[in-house]
Structure formats: structure tokens, C-alpha cells
């Protein structure tokens, strides 16, 4: 059973493209996260929600709007692709607790854009 | 100046070897450590947490120096299987937000 999955696992697309990523646990965790590993492999993260709730925004442009329609639902939507965007895209779960509790990451979802 | 600092290597070690990855951070608020394991084209995968009074598991021990903010990890008898990238991670204090170095890239040859 896999733990965190996301889909699609591989997105090519044009510039100036709307586009979505899907991120799914049941894991029954109640934080989420949405993380940008660039070429050069750094992993940053975008956005954290707790329960539905937005808790971690960092310094992400506009054009991407997560959603959590529910705790165990997390959802990327990038508008007005740019070629910067390509990266991979990695969803990722924790439950909540007293204390840091490790993150369970999905298998990434590799963003090409042309 | 990066909130946390490794070594990109490459580590090219032989089978057997026993080699060691150090990693720094600059905000002293850090308050929990870890080191993940990234496979090539994969996700990171939780590799051991760092307590302060160092802790080992199997052929992985984890060290931390607080007064002088840096954390290793190092790995006796390498296998081939331990070729990846070793990502140092630390947590802020009191929030959920991980904080990940590029990585240090070992590869074990035969």
C-alpha cells in the first residue's frame, strides 16, 4: 500500500500553462507539505497545511495555490507556468505531535516545462 | 550564508570503508537533527535522527555538537547499497518546517 502517493509522477507541459498536482496519504496523518527540489537538488519547502489549515507559506510567487480539501488530500495548483518551475515536486505527511515526528515523502512528481 | 552546509562530495569509497559526512547550521533556535538518505531519482527517506548524546544504528552513528553547530554521520563497513545522497536536515524550534542541506553524495565501489 503506498503511504503518500502523488500523480501524475512525470508532467510536460509549455510555458504560460495551468497546470495541477494531486498528493494523497493514508497514513490518517494530519500535516501535509509541499516541497521544490531545483536541478541542483536543493529541497526547499513550499507550503505546510495541518488539518486543512495553512500553517507554513513561504516565500512562494502567487501562481501556486495549494489546496487541502482534507487532511489526507494536499493539492498543487501552478498557474502560468515559467520555465523556473521545472523541478521536482515532492508531497510529504507527518503526523502531529509534541516534538518533531519524521516526514513520510510521496515519489515526486517530475515538472518539465518546454 | 546557508542555513545548513554540507559537503556536495562526491565520496568515491571502496566496499568496507568507513567514511564521514559533517554538516553545519547557522540558526542556533535549531532544535532537532536529522539525516535523510536520497536515492538517485527518488524520494528522501528518513535515515536516523541526531541526539545530543550521539546515537548509533548498526553500522550508522550520528554525532551532535550544539556548541559549535555542526552534526556528522558516519558510516562503517560501506556496502554498495549505501551509495546515495545524505541530506543533513534540522527542524526550527517549536514548528513543523525542515530545513534540508543540498547533500552529500557518497558512492562505494567494489
Known amino acids: 500500500d503506498t503511504a503518500v502517493s502523488q500523480t501524475p509522477k512525470y508532467l510536460v507541459t509549455q510555458m504560460g500553462n495551468d497546470k495541477s498536482i494531486k498528493c494523497e496519504q493514508n497514513l490518517g496523518h494530519d500535516t501535509m507539505y509541499w516541497y521544490k527540489q531545483d536541478s541542483k537538488k536543493f529541497l526547499k519547502i513550499m507550503f505546510s497545511y495541518n488539518n486543512k489549515e495553512l500553517i507554513i507559506n513561504e516565500t512562494v510567487p502567487n501562481r501556486f495555490s495549494p489546496k487541502s480539501p482534507d487532511k489526507a488530500h494536499l493539492n498543487l495548483h501552478i498557474n502560468s507556468l515559467e520555465l523556473g518551475d521545472s523541478a521536482v515536486y515532492f508531497c510529504?505527511?507527518?503526523?502531529?505531535?509534541?516534538?518533531?515526528?519524521?516526514?513520510?515523502f510521496g515519489d515526486g512528481t517530475r515538472l518539465s516545462i518546454l | 550564508r546557508k542555513e545548513v552546509e554540507q559537503d556536495p562530495g562526491p565520496f568515491n569509497v571502496p566496499e568496507g570503508a568507513t567514511v564521514a559526512f559533517n554538516c553545519t547550521y547557522s540558526?542556533?533556535?535549531?532544535?532537532?537533527f536529522f539525516w535523510y538518505r536520497q536515492d538517485c531519482r527518488k524520494e528522501p527517506k528518513l535515515l536516523m535522527s541526531?541526539?545530543?548524546s550521539g546515537n548509533e544504528d548498526g553500522r550508522f552513528t550520528a554525532q551532535l555538537n550544539r556548541a559549535s553547530q555542526y552534526i556528522s554521520l558516519l558510516i562503517r563497513d560501506s556496502k554498495l547499497s549505501d551509495s546515495a545522497t545524505y541530506l543533513c536536515v534540522v527542524n526550527r524550534y517549536n514548528t513543523d518546517k525542515l530545513i534540508f542541506g543540498t547533500g552529500t553524495r557518497l558512492q562505494v565501489f567494489p
Open positions: 510529504a505527511s507527518s503526523p502531529r505531535g509534541v516534538g518533531y515526528q519524521p516526514q513520510h
Open positions: 541526531v541526539y545530543s
Open positions: 540558526n542556533s533556535a535549531s532544535q532537532s
